[in-house]
């Protein structure tokens, strides 16, 4: 018998061979989602026009996903909004130093329809698979394709992650001879094009952690028609980096952490950071098992170098007063729920939203963006297993 | 699997009943590429293309060669995939001994050093050669199953392939799974009791398949290079990670003999080897 310890060098063989290919799913479900989304009034003190109520928009989902052979799986969505309110048009400093915010007058009605079917074949050792997404609104259509793979190395412990994707987007704003910027705009395209390569990384039984970059390159017309003095670069780089930590506890009957990191910078001047936590906690009742997980995001970035509240910039300057570009911080706290029955889960998600200049963590400046805001999210849904 | 296969499982009853499917699943899975029983399996194919050509294998057949050259060779030789054709002259029914000139005609067959590989094909030089898992097949299939259900979130089981068991995760109080040791010379008692809260313990024994002939003790499992039965441990039990790794350690410790003793305690894994005169010596 050698003198070598057996014990370490069976261990690394036998660790070494190969688990079977990742398995296709096998289950045949549909899905329906309805989301309620209600953004805040803005506030009566700062705003110049009558109009104060802001978006409202109803959205129902109808999801289908199905094995086909024994290696594909086609995933297909159809999402139906309605959307209603008004939304700011322009944010200026008045004579006295005060931020006065414009509505859009009239209540816009629009509906948007989004189609998505994404196959995915399975292989020994990864995946790979196509997304096609096409969205109608009467004044923006969006035609997108994907590609996305998975390769498990090192006895699956590692996963390479990559995609790739573009879109191509063309606005037909209503009423275009309204306004010169709404002419303009009238037939433009926007196009946009991104990558993500990231590595999973099985750390041991309970934790993983998934680390990746990502680059997206937008073109095209990037003002907002239906904002006054909105005057963007027809071109926007954005990278991002981020991080997520995945934790299994053995608390009541299981659960989870997951928290991530995300920063984000583009060549328009603007740099954020994301921060989430989510505790996934599961409780068994006979049958029944309810997953419960509270959440809470914090989310802080800086304003855009052409980001300004002058009431009437220098028309060839870039411009815009959005308050999406201006320095801000912004938290999230909601409750997302699960109850899984044999062949039927339920599902009620609640978010609340509030976003402020004070909350920023970087740049915060001391003009106010009125325009900032704040919306709650409910979601009601139900999945069938066939 | 021709031993009792057994899962004990702590959890939600649906969810339990979805596991239980895919775990028998992926067992039946690694009998049927594996099987030396079965015509349709890769391993027939191996075996059927011995001395005619080389046969194409997958990572995991690849995986588990790899390992198999690993016990030959921690074994010195004793520990040989291309063993079981023994058991065209030792039939334990019989109750009668082999001709020593019929095994003499089966020992050049028996020779994992020839057998040429790699990890996409595999070849047998001689016509009539043949390999088998039926070392280490079962303990394979038993972390396989385990890890079955820990991908599917159950927490608190464990898996039972005819005596070879690998634990899931502990009992949901955490008082561990009580697992009784067969005693050789009575198995259908337990000769003593261990608690396991995690990992993984496989018994090698001389009763699993033997004969007795003239008051001699003739177990299934043998030496390569004799293709006579050892006979020194009545049986070995060991603890390890995974269980094939314990039930590798435990047969290479039978097959060792005498000196198997000093191996095992090297290997510093738990352990409960009882010799051929009921004498115990006990790591546990």
């Known amino acids: 018998m050698k003198k070598v310890t057996a014990l370490s060098a069976l261990s690394a063989a036998a660790m070494a061979i190969p688990t079977q290919a990742e398995v296709a799913p096998t289950d045949e479900t549909f899905s329906y989602r309805y989301t309620s989304y209600q953004e805040a009034d803005s506030p009566r003190e700062r705003t110049f026009t009558a109009e104060t109520g802001r978006y409202q928009i109803d959205v129902q989902q109808f999801g289908y996903r199905t094995p086909i052979g024994e290696s594909w799986y086609l995933a297909s969505e159809l999402q139906y909004e309605t959307m209603s309110g008004a939304s700011p048009t322009q944010t200026y400093k008045n004579d006295e130093g005060q931020s006065t915010l414009l509505m859009s007058g009239a209540s816009i009605e629009e509906q948007r329809v989004d189609i998505k079917v994404a196959p995915k074949k399975y292989f020994d050792h990864g995946t790979a698979g196509g997304l096609l997404a096409a969205s109608i609104e009467n004044d923006y259509q969006s035609l997108a394709l994907g590609l996305d793979g998975t390769l498990d190395i090192f006895n699956k412990h590692t996963t390479l992650i990559g995609s790739l994707s573009v879109s191509n987007d063309e606005l037909s704003p209503t009423d275009p001879e309204l306004s010169t910027a709404r002419t303009e705009a009238d037939g433009r395209k926007k196009r946009s094009f991104s990558v993500y390569q990231g590595i999973n990384q099985v750390i041991d039984k309970f934790s993983t952690v998934q680390m990746g970059v990502g680059y997206t390159q937008l073109t095209g017309y990037l003002s907002d028609p239906y904002k006054f003095k909105d005057n963007r670069p027809e071109a926007r780089d954005q990278i991002t980096f981020s991080a997520q930590h995945k934790q299994f506890a053995n608390v009541l009957d299981g659960a989870a952490l997951h928290s991530s990191y995300r920063y984000y910078y583009d060549d328009w001047g603007i740099s954020s950071h994301t921060l989430d936590l989510k505790w996934a906690q599961q409780f068994n009742f006979g049958k029944m098992r309810l997953i419960a997980t509270p959440l809470v995001r914090y989310y802080t970035q800086t304003e855009a170098d052409f980001y300004s509240l002058q009431e009437n910039p220098q028309a060839e300057d870039f411009n815009s007063s959005d308050y999406r570009l201006s320095a801000y911080g912004a938290f999230t706290v909601g409750f997302n729920s699960e109850l899984k029955l044999d062949k039927v889960s339920f599902h009620f998600d609640w978010q609340q939203y509030i976003s402020r200049e004070s909350l920023a963590l970087f740049g915060a400046s001391d003009d106010e963006a009125p325009a900032l805001v704040n919306f709650s999210t409910f979601t009601a849904g139900v999945d069938y297993k066939f | ?284």
Not at chain 2, 59 to 79: K, M, R
Not at chain 2, 261 to 283: M, R, T
């Open chain 2, 1 to 284: 699997m021709a031993s009792p296969c057994k899962f004990l499982l702590q959890g939600e009853e649906a969810l339990i009943e979805k596991a239980c499917l895919q775990a028998q699943a992926e067992v039946q899975r690694i009998e049927q590429k594996f099987s030396r029983y079965r015509d349709s399996s890769l391993l027939q194919a191996i075996n059927k293309n011995a001395g005619l050509k080389a046969t194409k294998i997958d990572a995991e057949t690849a995986g588990l060669l790899n390992y198999a050259d690993l016990c030959y060779q921690q074994s010195d030789g004793l520990f040989d995939i291309s063993s079981g054709i023994l058991r065209q002259v030792w039939n334990f029914k019989s109750n009668t001994l082999p001709n020593e000139n019929a095994i003499q005609r089966l020992l050049p067959l028996i020779n994992w050093s020839s057998i040429q590989w790699d990890q996409s094909e595999i070849f047998l030089p001689k016509k009539n050669m043949e390999i088998d898992f039926g070392g280490f097949g079962k303990e394979y299939a038993a972390d396989r199953a385990a890890e079955v259900f820990q991908s599917l979130g159950i927490q608190h089981g464990l898996v039972d392939l005819g005596g070879d068991i690998r634990i899931i995760g502990d009992k949901v109080d955490q008082s561990g799974w009580t697992i009784g040791i067969r005693d050789p010379k009575q198995p259908a008692q337990a000769i003593t009791q261990v608690t396991l809260h995690q990992g993984a313990m496989a018994t090698s024994g001389n009763y699993e398949r033997f004969m007795k002939v003239g008051g001699q003790h003739y177990c299934h499992i043998m030496k390569a290079n004799t293709g006579w039965p050892i006979n020194f441990w009545a049986s070995v039990t060991v603890l390890a990670p995974q269980c094939l790794v314990a039930g590798s350690l435990s047969t290479l410790t039978m097959l060792a003999e005498q000196e198997g003793a000093s191996w095992l305690k090297e290997q510093e894994v738990p352990f409960l080897a009882i010799d051929i005169n009921g004498q115990q010596i006990s790591c546990l």
